[in-house]
């Protein structure tokens, strides 16, 4: 009778643990469901640096009419979001990610999706916005672009002008809740940051400032990159990298002449290769970005194939150097086609209203070198949804490591082109249905390579953020190689260095 009580209780007992067990389980698989539904996807991930990212993959569909920067911008202020938000000193240098609720009860993602930090030096004026005339008050070195920004200079100098977006994008970064995209932050500490950005705007100086005057020795272009690279290689920042993990702009081909042959470790942002030796720049170690487009966006576009009667447009400077021969070559083998637009042009008198209009109304824009690789032309054409045809054997493409020009242009080698009949036989071989293919990617990929402020996610300033980025791991791990020998006693060198090598050793 015992042993069955004894055995009735462990049967009992049994049930018990399995039940409590059960339960307990149940509990915790319940709890974290709850949890993770609360967190939402992970945030250790960087999804902006996916391939397949909503970066690469959403375009923006505004169709405004985008204005000149001196009238869209100049009296343009950041608009701060009425809701209270309080950010002291240290919050707004270091910002950690954080998700606001918005009005609707949806949470929206703010720093979590900061894709490159950035250090920027607090150069003087003189390196940056006090070249287009602008003059701080007290001690400050930045404009307070919450109330007015600077305007900058119009005409051909905006082309190269990518200088002044960048600058305002990282000023834009530490205005809490302002509307902004989020490929890129300021942080205050350099030890922090992925790179450090130098904002010298070295193409308006050029464009500017590049003449001396008759009563100086040099030009203010000249003495201010000489500035440059004492104040640069002078600094512990620099010092500890070797420059290496330093951006640097020189758009303009022409910028930077004397100072990039004593900062070539950093990174530039080009506009080509064509003006410097492989050591000093190069596809692998720096950034090609696109000019801003002179020619206004062609907004509401429904033209045809067939309303568009030119066959292929180019209007330019003809008679060019180096690379830019072929130029001449092609007037002479086009300027009898009928349909072929071949001829001189400049920006003076409507040389733009001009462009516009010839740009819009033809299928195909030539793209041909001139004394550099790259020119202008491409991105007004691309802007004008006319057809890219590239002839340029040496041209670097912004962002080409993830955007397939194939797909909206054409490419033909100089030597081809400048064979008789080669180039007006093979445009006339791209039917209709290739053309309106090559069209609508034009309008899907147009607003990478616009500059706005704000900047929105997509266009060119986010793109070039981005193109900056994936060249972060490679430029961390040449750092990291170049410390390898660092803490090395000195003594140990010398002593391998005076050993004397035995003759006929080999």
């Not at 389980?25 to 902006?48: E, H, K, Q």
């Not at 970064?173 to 950005?197: G, M, T, Y």
């Not at 081809?416 to 034009?442: C, G, H, P, V």
């Amino acid at each position: 009778m015992a042993d069955r009580n004894v055995s009735s209780v462990k049967v009992i007992s049994r049930k018990s643990l399995i039940l409590f067990f059960t339960m307990t389980s149940a509990l915790f698989i319940m709890s974290w469901f709850f949890v993770l539904r609360s967190t939402g996807r992970p945030n250790f991930i960087d999804y902006n640096l996916l391939p397949n990212s909503k970066f690469f993959s959403t375009l923006d569909g505004s169709n405004s009419q985008e204005q000149n920067v001196e009238s869209s911008i100049a009296n343009q202020a950041i608009l701060v979001d009425s809701k209270n938000v309080e950010v002291d000193g240290e919050a707004r240098g270091n910002r950690k990610s954080r998700i606001n609720d918005d009005d609707d009860g949806k949470c929206s993602r703010n720093e979590d999706e900061i894709v490159l930090k950035v250090f920027m030096y607090d150069l003087p004026p003189e390196f940056h916005f006090g070249l287009m005339d602008w003059k701080p008050s007290g001690n400050g070195v930045w404009p307070d672009i919450r109330t007015k920004i600077p305007s900058y200079p119009g005409g051909l100098n905006l082309q190269h002008s990518i200088e002044f977006w960048l600058t305002l994008d990282l000023l834009a970064s530490e205005i809490p809740r302002a509307p902004k995209a989020s490929a890129a932050i300021r942080v205050r500490n350099s030890s922090e940051a992925d790179i450090l950005f130098v904002p010298f705007f070295s193409s308006l100086c050029y464009n500017r400032y590049s003449k001396t005057n008759p009563h100086e020795k040099e030009s203010r272009n000249k003495v201010l990159q000489e500035k440059l690279v004492k104040y640069l290689t002078a600094r512990e920042e620099w010092k500890r990298s070797g420059g290496k993990d330093h951006l640097i702009l020189a758009h303009h081909p022409n910028s930077m002449l004397d100072a990039r042959m004593k900062l070539w470790p950093a990174t530039f942002i080009l506009s080509d290769f064509g003006r410097y030796p492989p050591n000093v720049a190069n596809v692998e170690k720096d950034v090609i970005a696109p000019y801003k487009h002179v020619l206004g966006s062609y907004v509401n576009d429904a033209s045809t194939f067939d309303s568009r009667p030119t066959l292929l447009y180019f209007q330019g400077a003809i008679y060019r150097k180096d690379g830019g021969l072929a130029r001449q070559e092609l007037f002479y083998l086009l300027k009898d086609e009928k349909d072929v637009h071949f001829s001189f042009g400049s920006v003076q008198k409507g040389g733009i209203p001009k462009a516009t209009e010839g740009m819009r109304s033809s299928k195909f824009c030539l793209n041909i070198a001139g004394d550099t690789p790259s020119s202008n032309r491409l991105f007004d054409a691309i802007a004008s949804h006319c057809v890219p045809v590239i002839i340029s054997d040496e041209i670097e493409l912004p962002y080409e490591d993830v955007l397939d020009y194939s797909e909206f242009c054409i490419f033909v080698r100089t030597s081809d082109a400048i064979k008789e009949n080669y180039l007006i036989n093979f445009i006339r071989s791209i039917d209709k249905d290739e053309w309106t293919q090559m069209w609508n990617k034009l309008k899907e990929v147009e607003h990478f390579f616009k500059f706005q402020f704000p900047s929105k996610e997509g266009d060119a300033v986010q793109m070039i953020w981005q193109a900056v980025a994936r060249k972060v791991p490679a430029l961390r791990l040449k750092v990291n190689r170049s410390k390898r020998y660092s803490q090395s006693p000195p003594s140990a060198e010398k002593g391998l260095k005076s050993i004397p090598m035995p003759k006929n050793f080999w």
